[in-house]
């Protein structure tokens, strides 16, 4: 087994997407989750797409084509998602170590190069709501982060909690105080405890969502 969970974020002086890279491979599957997660929703912020993936969706098509959409997954997670997201399995027969780390180097240029080309926030107004989205994008992370379970058997469940909490989503402690419930109420479960089904809708997309210009086209199915 060989895990990569990589993430890096800005400043909350910036409004800046958040590079992920999850890689996930045993002898029988690859799994790999790349993108430029969004601070703000892209669907309902066609501002902040605009900003800063109007000018990626070649890239994000460049690799669409070389690494297929890895099947169903709920809406839940996909609005944490980007119109470029890399989302893919494969059999180690079918990797390809090149294109991949192609992939991750051309990825975080990009991300690297939206830094160098974005304006600091002063707004002390702004930056407290970049600080909140990014205190949920990680409270989400941590809770429902799919390799868990992984980690539980691994290493054990105090162990497992203490390395997403203090190390692979540090800051929920720092960025702010409120929990996974007061950002996402409608996991609470009747005795307060937060349902851990993965989607609580029934809603997944099986197929990429969004089309060449980086639209929604949703494409779902129950």
């Known amino acids: 087994m060989q895990v990569l969970d990589f993430a890096v974020f800005p400043k909350p002086e910036f409004d800046l997407p958040i590079f992920c890279a999850n890689f996930f491979a045993t002898a029988s599957m690859n799994i790999v989750v790349l993108d430029l997660n969004p601070l703000y929703d892209v669907v309902s912020r ?24 890895g099947g169903k997954i709920t809406s839940e997670s996909l609005r944490f ?18 294109s991949l780390y192609s992939a991750f180097m051309d990825y975080y240029k990009a991300w690297l190069d939206l830094m160098d080309h974005t304006a600091e926030e002063t707004n002390a107004s702004q930056i407290e709501h970049n600080c909140v989205a990014q205190h949920r994008y990680l409270t989400w992370r941590a809770e429902k982060d ?47 405890a937060i349902n851990e089904k993965r989607s609580i809708v029934g809603k997944s997309f099986e197929h990429r969502p969004w089309d060449a210009r980086g639209e929604f086209v949703g494409n779902h199915h129950r």
Request: glycine share 6%; with cysteine.
């Open 81 to 98: 998602f980007s119109p470029i997201v890399i989302w893919t399995k494969f059999r180690p027969s079918q990797y390809n170590h090149n």
């Open 146 to 192: 799919p390799g868990y379970r992984v980690l539980e058997k691994l290493i054990g469940e105090d162990r497992a909690k203490d390395l997403l909490k203090n190390f692979l989503f540090n800051g929920i402690d720092d960025l702010g105080s409120k929990t996974f419930l007061d950002y996402f109420p409608e996991y609470r479960c009747e005795n307060g």
């Open 46 to 69: 066609r501002d902040y797409k605009e900003k800063y993936y109007k000018s990626l969706m070649p890239l994000g098509l460049k690799y669409a084509e070389l690494f297929p959409w």
